[in-house]
């Protein structure tokens, strides 16, 4: 039988929970604690190990954190010798912080101590029968888990506090609310969600927002039967006497698709869209995750703040609120574009088996930049490139040169609007690293600029000011940075055919609030800085760039 009494301690969780429900007081971001700071960071990596294991390329890269550098996956993760944490204190030698994780919704039948206890953990469909995720194509049954069940939440925090009494500098949950998408037995339509416990909480949700319903106003509105409609008098969960929601879809005939646009109250529950917590939902769905996910978030807060008076960073694959930093996983059929195959936006842009260079990701980039600033503030935005998935295969499927130029170009354009890539080094399933791939050599040198101009890169905004280049298949943009107000300008060449073609002699001209007295430019292409010649009037800036290779910078 699998060991669970690490996963036992879960019960502990009530206390942490209790901690952040009481509002006794847990460390605000900035607070006067050894403890990183996300807005600092600059070169990320993505590496990530089984618990046990160990990646030595972290240390070759010596970026200034890892996006998961282990992730609990099934029963691997659940007692504390199931870790390797000495490589914590070999990570704080280096100065890189180490970021530990695991999947927030994927389950097995072994994970728990009874069949009962994994039904009870499990999503539902309409029907109240568990829904399978046989798409993964794993040997065992799985599942995701039900995060509207209390127990499952007590679940998650106890590995997560596993990790945190072995010092880990930081938490990321991945694919926290993945249990609504019906799998590919209801062809991803969304039938999934609907057990008991959510069903209760539909009921407190609907009540709060129609106070003064009457049962005529909850049939005239939406078609509820005189016996099955909330009440007040019963409690929530009550599900014969009061609101049963399933039945509801079932009188309807909804029960197989319970998100058809037939139904009247599936505005109310809402769409989950995987990997997203959009600011302006507050369907049922996503105000009830969003609460969720903050008693998560509060709970693992308030007990590193008890037991070791520290902070816990706090990531999630995609973009949430709560976090100190979103990282959002790069795969397809993402919602970050509107496609007509519904593919979603094409990060890792690759044509024949070629890089398409001449693609610029800059709308997109800057999409979840502001995306995440109105879900989740002021937090920096981290992208990699998510696995298994098509976008992966091609990415490790393309020549050496054109794999590197990937990241002279696509990861060059993530810093120019903002946000960060995670340089990749290992994933968990087998596949080639970057050791094995050929390019720890160049990740080395290449993020060498980026450590070196850390002011230039670190908590930037987008400016309001527009950039006009006086040459084609050039992206341009302007950063400000936050506190300082320091401008930059940030030109990615896009002249791309299996190869870079360098643009020469063509001007940049931007339109700022007052002129700077020099100029200077620098990239990670050119052996030093250069000074480019300029012209400024009332604002009016022209500079003419000599050489554009990849990427280059002009400090304003």
């Known amino acids: 039988m699998p060991r669970r009494s690490g996963v036992l301690r879960w ?22 604690v050894a403890a990183p700071v996300a807005s600092d960071f600059v070169v990320y990596a993505f590496s990530q190990s089984d618990v046990h294991e160990e990646d030595p390329q972290v240390y070759d890269l010596d970026p200034d954190t890892t996006i998961r550098a282990i992730g609990k996956w099934s029963t691997a993760g659940d007692e504390a010798s199931d870790y390797n944490f000495a490589q914590i204190g070999r990570y704080r030698a280096k100065g890189i912080n180490f970021m530990g994780s695991g999947t927030a919704s994927v389950i097995f039948p072994k994970d728990f101590a009874t069949p009962e206890i994994f039904d009870d953990m499990s999503t539902r469909d309409a029907d109240g029968n568990p829904v399978p995720h046989d798409e993964f194509g794993f040997p065992e049954p799985a599942r ?39 799998g590919l037995k209801y062809g991803f339509n969304g039938n999934e969600g609907f057990d008991d416990y959510a069903i209760a909480d539909f009921n407190r949700y609907l009540l709060a927002k129609y106070p003064g319903f009457t049962a005529a106003d909850w049939t005239s509105r939406f078609g509820m039967s005189g016996d099955n409609i909330p009440r007040r008098d019963v409690p929530a969960g009550d599900l014969a006497a009061n609101f049963n929601y399933r039945e509801y879809l079932r009188a309807g005939g909804w029960n197989l698709d319970p998100l ?27 105000t009830y995750l969003r609460r969720y996910w903050k008693e998560i978030v509060d709970g693992i807060r308030a007990y590193a703040w008890r037991t070791a008076h520290r902070r816990i960073l706090i990531s999630s694959n995609g973009l949430w609120p709560y976090v100190d930093f979103n990282s959002v996983g790069m795969y397809p059929w993402n919602p970050d574009e509107q496609t007509p195959d519904f593919r979603g936006a ?23 930049k502001e995306q995440s600033a109105r879900i989740a503030g002021d937090v920096p935005v981290v992208v990699f490139i998510d696995w298994p998935n098509d976008m992966m295969t091609d990415y490790l499927a393309l020549p050496l040169e054109e794999r590197k130029d990937y990241w002279r170009i696509f990861g060059a354009e993530a810093y120019a609007n903002g946000i960060f890539p995670a340089f990749h080094l290992k994933d968990t399933v087998g596949s080639p690293t970057a050791t094995d791939l050929g390019m720890m050599d160049f990740f080395k040198t290449y993020t060498r600029f980026y450590k070196d101009h850390r002011a230039l890169f670190a908590d930037n905004a987008i400016g309001a000011w527009p950039v006009r280049v006086g040459a084609a298949n050039v992206s341009a943009s ?48 050119r052996a030093r800085p250069a000074s480019p010649a300029f012209t400024c009037r009332q604002g009016r800036l022209k500079v003419t760039v000599d050489r554009l290779d990849y990427y280059s910078v002009i400090l304003a």
């Open 478 to 525: 302007l950063l400000v940075r936050q506190g300082t107000g320091r401008r930059t300008i940030h030109l990615v060449n896009h002249n791309y055919d299996r190869g870079i073609v360098p643009r020469s002699g063509f001007t940049v001209e931007a339109d700022l609030p007052s002129c700077p007295r020099r100029l200077t430019l620098v990239s990670p292409d």
């Open 260 to 286: 058809n646009a037939a139904n009247p109250l599936a505005p109310e529950w809402g769409r989950v869209v995987a990997n997203r917590m959009y600011a302006e939902d507050t369907s049922f769905t996503a």
């Open 11 to 32: 019960l502990a969780g009530i206390v942490a929970v209790a901690l952040a429900a009481s509002g006794q007081s847990v460390p605000a971001a900035g607070a006067a």
């Open 144 to 182: 995701r888990g039900n995060i509207f069940n209390p127990r499952y939440r007590q679940y998650l925090m106890s590995w997560a506090r596993i990790q945190v009494d072995g010092g880990v500098d930081g938490l990321n949950f991945d694919e926290v609310n993945a249990g609504f998408s019906g």
């Open 346 to 368: 094409d990060y890792v842009p690759v044509v024949d088996g070629h890089l398409n260079g001449a693609k610029s990701l800059q709308s997109q980039y800057r999409h979840l």
